[in-house]
């Protein structure tokens, strides 16, 4: 994505009408469509002024998100995967970043931290500290946290971890979800869906 905002000499003009745009604010996830904001422009070649993109405050939580027109994009953009309930406080800030990082398109670090959560969680589980990531992969794997049919995954994240720290490739936005998909049923299953359990024995 271009990044208007450090490449172009930039102009902030006032408040004004702009095209409404409906998306979900990136902050408080409620459905906006305001019509009020600012303009990012730039120079054209012959001197004109282009709009690049479009400033949006959102009226709920009053935070700013830009929307780059040449790219259709709201940033920051949504949150990919699912929320997960009764996470411990380490494990629910790391999945937050993750989140986080993906929806202001960092795929990479996103990928980085979903790698980090990964090797927490193993160490919760009963793994040795100080292991390399596929031995925690492995872990989780031979300890019965992968369902039975996910050895594609538990490949395809082990190569995607290796990949991401060792060699200079920059995540791309599919591969990233995919991670936070696996990262996502993974918490389910070891969190939430055994929580559920114990609240509905107590009760």
Same mark, same amino acid.
């Given at each position: 994505?271009?990044?208007?905002?450090?490449?172009?000499?930039?102009?902030?003009?006032?408040?004004?009408?702009?095209?409404?745009?409906?998306?979900?604010?990136?902050?408080?996830?409620?459905? @906006? !469509?305001?019509? /009020?904001?600012?303009? %990012?422009?730039?120079?054209?070649? *012959?001197?004109?002024?282009? +709009?690049? &993109?479009?400033?949006?405050?959102?009226?709920?939580?009053?935070?700013?998100?830009?929307?780059?027109?040449?790219?259709?994009?709201?940033?920051?953009?949504?949150?990919?995967?699912?929320?997960?309930?009764?996470?411990?406080?380490?494990?629910?800030?790391?999945?937050?970043?993750?989140?986080?990082?993906?929806?202001?398109?960092?795929?990479?670090?996103?990928?980085? @931290? !979903?790698?980090? /959560?990964?090797?927490? %969680?193993?160490?919760?589980?009963? *793994?040795?500290?100080?292991? +390399?990531? &596929?031995?925690?992969?492995?872990?989780?794997?031979?300890?019965?946290?992968?369902?039975?049919?996910?050895?594609?995954?538990?490949?395809?994240?082990?190569?995607?971890?290796?990949?991401?720290?060792?060699?200079?490739?920059?995540?791309?936005?599919?591969?990233?979800?995919?991670?936070?998909?696996?990262?996502?049923?993974?918490?389910?299953?070891?969190?939430?869906?055994?929580?559920?359990?114990?609240?509905?024995?107590?009760?």
């Amino acid at each position: 994505m271009k990044n208007y905002l450090s490449k172009y000499a930039i102009k902030y003009n006032n408040s004004e009408h702009i095209p409404s745009t409906p998306f979900t604010c990136g902050y408080c996830k409620n459905l @906006i !469509a305001p019509d /009020l904001g600012y303009r %990012i422009s730039s120079s054209g070649q *012959a001197g004109n002024q282009i +709009t690049r &993109a479009l400033i949006y405050m959102c009226p709920y939580c009053k935070n700013p998100s830009i929307y780059y027109l040449d790219e259709k994009e709201v940033v920051p953009g949504s949150f990919f995967g699912r929320e997960v309930k009764g996470l411990p406080e380490n494990i629910q800030t790391l999945y937050d970043e993750c989140r986080i990082n993906y929806s202001n398109k960092c795929y990479t670090s996103s990928q980085m @931290i !979903a790698r980090t /959560l990964l090797m927490h %969680i193993a160490v919760e589980q009963g *793994a040795k500290e100080g292991e +390399t990531f &596929a031995k925690y992969i492995d872990y989780l794997n031979t300890s019965g946290f992968i369902p039975p049919n996910g050895k594609k995954w538990v490949d395809f994240i082990r190569k995607s971890g290796n990949v991401a720290n060792h060699e200079i490739i920059i995540k791309e936005k599919e591969e990233t979800e995919k991670v936070i998909t696996f990262l996502s049923s993974l918490l389910l299953f070891i969190y939430e869906l055994p929580n559920e359990m114990s609240v509905d024995e107590k009760s």
